[in-house]
């Protein structure tokens, strides 16, 4: 959740890591003879006995952020982290449980031990690894990260741009809506500061979710909303036929998603940074990234603790 550019993958790299997906690995048996090994079963066994006799993963989720987790006509959850982690659970050979949580009660919740990790847009920043407050006060253990997915933050505003709003300092005497506990209300918080020097007071207000956020925009309230990337251009296509906002400037602060693990659970974050790399080899993931329209948002392969 959060202005350097992050390139895709080069063709002929994401061909090559497709191909070598595809491949088996050799190892060694006991007569010295090369023997085939399936990558899908050396990535399986790598998973905790825990998780692989329990058969399930359960994966804490705010399902209220298309288009990266939603709930689905059905009622289930969608959208790329959920195909994401189904894609996982695949590989890993788990059934995938989902506990519908509240944003910032994600890390409160893993640290409980009330699933095993968490997924949700949830941007690999420095402050959730060493589980800091906003005054730099620790206040829970932190968390390891598996990053997936590289996201930059963006401004979304009423359709036409009325207010000719293009880069946060533009938002200066201004109100804006976002998320509370996310990325983007740490940056809001900083240019609130910004904006203080300049005389021009930045209104900030804070919600449980994005939708309510982006109600402020739609309603006149509020100026402008900050979102992840994916998150503002799904808005400004999908609200109102692509009528009621759309996306200004460009994007700033990109940062890796990642899934949040317990600093004690090790071997299941190396599993699951193995799955992910499985999955970006076999090509399944670039199809589910291209089927929501975030292929710019490509990681090359899975990174532990990658963020800023």
């Not at 690995?25 to 329990?54: F, H, M, W």
């Not at 598996?146 to 938002?171: H, M």
């Amino acid at each position: 959740m959060h202005h350097r550019a992050h390139p895709r993958r080069p063709a002929l790299a994401g061909i090559a890591l497709a191909a070598a997906g595809a491949l088996l690995l050799t190892g060694c048996n006991d007569d010295g003879q090369t023997a085939a090994k399936d990558p899908v079963q050396e990535v399986r066994g790598k998973l905790p006995k825990a998780q692989r006799s329990a058969g399930v993963l359960r994966i804490g989720m705010d399902v209220n952020y298309a288009p990266v987790e939603f709930h689905g006509p059905d009622g289930k959850p969608a959208g790329l982290d959920p195909e994401i982690a189904a894609a996982l659970g695949k590989i890993l050979d788990v059934r995938i449980e989902y506990v519908d949580t509240p944003f910032d009660k994600l890390v409160p919740g893993l640290q409980a031990k009330q699933f095993d990790m968490a997924m949700s847009a949830i941007s690999d920043v420095r402050q959730r690894r060493e589980g800091l407050d906003d005054a730099g006060k620790q206040v829970d253990p932190g968390v390891d990260f598996v990053d997936y997915f590289i996201a930059g933050t963006s401004i979304v505003v009423p359709k036409g741009n009325p207010k000719g709003i293009k880069t946060l300092d533009d938002l200066c005497g201004k109100t804006v809506s976002l998320q509370q506990g996310t990325t983007q209300d740490e940056i809001v918080t900083r240019q609130v500061a910004v904006c203080a020097r300049t005389g021009r007071q930045l209104t900030a207000r804070k919600f449980d979710s994005d939708a309510k956020a982006l109600a402020e925009v739609a309603s006149g309230a509020a100026a402008a909303g900050v979102n992840d990337f994916p998150v503002a251009a799904y808005a400004a296509k999908t609200a109102d036929g692509g009528n009621r906002f759309e996306v200004t400037g460009a994007q700033s602060t990109s940062n890796p998603y990642g899934i949040a693990f317990r600093k004690s659970d090790t071997e299941l974050r190396d599993a699951m940074a193995k799955a992910v790399d499985q999955l970006i080899r076999s090509g399944e993931y670039d199809k589910i990234l291209a089927k929501w329209n975030v292929s710019a948002g490509a990681a090359q392969n899975a990174v532990v603790n990658g963020g800023i």
